[in-house]
């Protein structure tokens, strides 16, 4: 095999290989694709000891962590494929001919999904491998039977050449087409993509502005198209008066590990959380210690955003510096919140937070409603659930996409119940998901069958479903 | 009981009620709401005598239709709540805790759905029961538990007037909040209501142009929000050369029928067809004979169409009247189709059709790529579908949201199964359906619960789910 390199091609070429690929992926069968993802997986860990390295040079993120990072990746790949292999992304309906059907004699009516076409990704830049070339949303797009076009985030640029170059040669070896998958670079290049008519879904993770941006692009578009962009959250956390007196310290410990890992740059960073007693929380609160930032565009904006959030609420543990990363807490009260509830949207993308100190339960109720959409919000309880702290969980959960009880929102499992998204700004696209076995859906889209004969419905719809599909 | 008039609000007075019923009509129990979807069937029934009259002189469409409409009407709105109390409209997900989750420990995770909170839903003109007051996108979306504001339609006010009475009648008299629906009036309360922050998704059915404004709007807002819109088709059909040779005359008169149905003011009807042989099945065509249309903003969308279709195609049956509404069939080749694809997306909203002659199937399938995104397409094929014609079925399901063999379009079957949307401007939202009991999926958002105690969980998460969810 000569060696493949995905990124030598011109951006309206990867889109015009990807236009050819999508029938023939789209007429892959399951088990097919799901091989192809098998064998990313095996690229990618057979070759981690060449891509961590070029990771942590590109990220400064530690070892240990992107090791980890990479076999949540390759469990993430392994996953879809095994489901779909299983037939159980699959949401399928058969309804029979029904002659005596209320308001008239019923057809036969079948209810399958076929993939969208090809997928336009952009990486993030805080997770180079689990929501980058490989990642999630490329996982499940390819998973749904969607070519995909991967925007490499400027920030680990040697990485995301090199894991398409992974990706490609795994895609071919294992019987894809070349064209299944294509590195574009360049925030011109990207936009030009979300315009093209070739693109029909796009996939964001990164920042409320850039992704807006990009939203509106696709939304402006003659004909717009699906736009899954996880933007912004602060993912607000309530200690209850009961959690605060029962586990004091796990609490503080806890709060101190789930702000400062990735040095803040997670989108599940708790960046708000509600106290009732700021003074006995930070007395409880263990030394804050973050690396570095990923570089200096994340930098420059984590200094303005504490700067902003300085404006607004006094300093509580460690400071805000003119042009250095340093970790940092503020502190306010509910009516300061009620005043000026733009802290509430205010993500500081780094190692900060805000304590809010509130009277009771009620107090913090009545501010609630004011939360921006969310990908988390976090109780932090008593052991059992009591009327006031039940409330606190339904009335989060009108905010929120996922509600945690006395956990951390950092780390965010790859299951079939996950849900990874929130009203706007959490999501663009608050039905949908983007992390999880139900993310492939957002790649999907229904396509029912009146009255088709067994040798033209698609194999998982017929009534004896063991013959394969295959349009010349 | 008073009697309530559900039009005296201002449109701010109804969006205000709207956001104070959003929480209670949330946390009715699935059972509740179901009694006040059946309430409101009852209800349409009981007036039948007293509603047909009016929708008869407001949209000019025929005393059987009218009540056949009716019959459909109350049937979803008596399915959906069949299928909310039977629990079979949640789509909820159970991860247990595991300890040996490959990638480290998985928590306990459980995903429901909660409603996206108030929606509003414009009526169509076309169906003055089944898309507009009481129908599929308000009966959806109280089905998700979301209070509806509707945007009457200006074709039948009177009938939107009266509907709107029974229906909130209905609600109250059930034990409903008496704020759950309200109707506004007017297209400037309208595109202000798009705007409102209170409004959490829309429903729209109607034009490419009306929707796409309001598509815009909502689309535009700080917040954006999901957007439901029903816009254009033309519904291709292919007669295949077997099918031809089959069933020619079955054809011919199942296509006139489904032209003609509601005087061609169906979103589904057949607005071109693709047939071996235009002078053969002009021959035996039966007359084409249609009512009046539903109003003189309709007719003036109809003769300015059909007017711009006589400019790239021949006349072939009927004629284009300057300012009558008159039955027309035009006729062109598929080399005419290629040099003017903009054929193939002119909705003539009324009684048209295109017939266009093809040379083979092949010759059908490079036009195929150049449809736009279709709510049906149709194959009139052989009795068991051959290699030729099993292709055009895959082809065609790449282009729209239902496919149908040795059938027309017109009528769409309320069932699970059912799929009425497709790529845009079918559909702003492809990967949904307006019709069908996963419509209500429309107005449902997934949220996650991480490691939540059973007492705070929802209902239906609990390992034993008996208990109800009543957060105080």
Redesign the interface.
Known sequence: MHPVSASVLAPKDVLAAAAGAA?PV??ARHTMRAAWLHAIAAALDAHSGDLIPVAMRETHLPEGRLI?EL??TT?QLRLLADRLAAGALSDN???HADPD????P??D???TH?P??PVLVFAASNFPFAFSVAGGDTASALAAGCPVVLKAHPGHPDLSRATADLVLSALTDSGAPGETFGLIEGHQAGAEAVGSPII?GVAFTGSTAGGRAL??LA??RP????FYGELGSTNPVVVTPRGWANRPDAITTGFAGSVMLGAGQFCTKPGLIFVPHVDEFLMRLPNLVAGPLLNDHITAGFLRSVKELAALAETARGAVLADEVSPVLFRTGTSTVREHPEILDLEAFGPASVLIEYEDLADVLSLVDLF??QLTATVQGSE??D?G???L??RL??H????????WPT?V???????H?????AS??????SVGT?SV??F??????????S??LPSELRDTPNQE?T??
């Open positions: 029938r789209a007429r980890g076999a949540r469990f309906q058969v309804d059907w209320p308001i008239g019923r057809p009516l079948r209810r076929v969208l076409g029909k939203f509106d939304m402006g004909e717009p198209i699906p921006p959409g059992d659930a009327p702290e039940i409330e969980v339904a959960a009108e929120a996409g996922r509600v945690l009880w006395n956990d780390g499992a790859v299951t079939d119940a996950q849900q998204g929130g009203p706007y700004p663009t696209a608050p039905l949908s998901t139900a859906a957002r999907l889209r229904p396509v029912a069958f009146q009255g088709v004969p040798a033209a599909n349009p010349s």
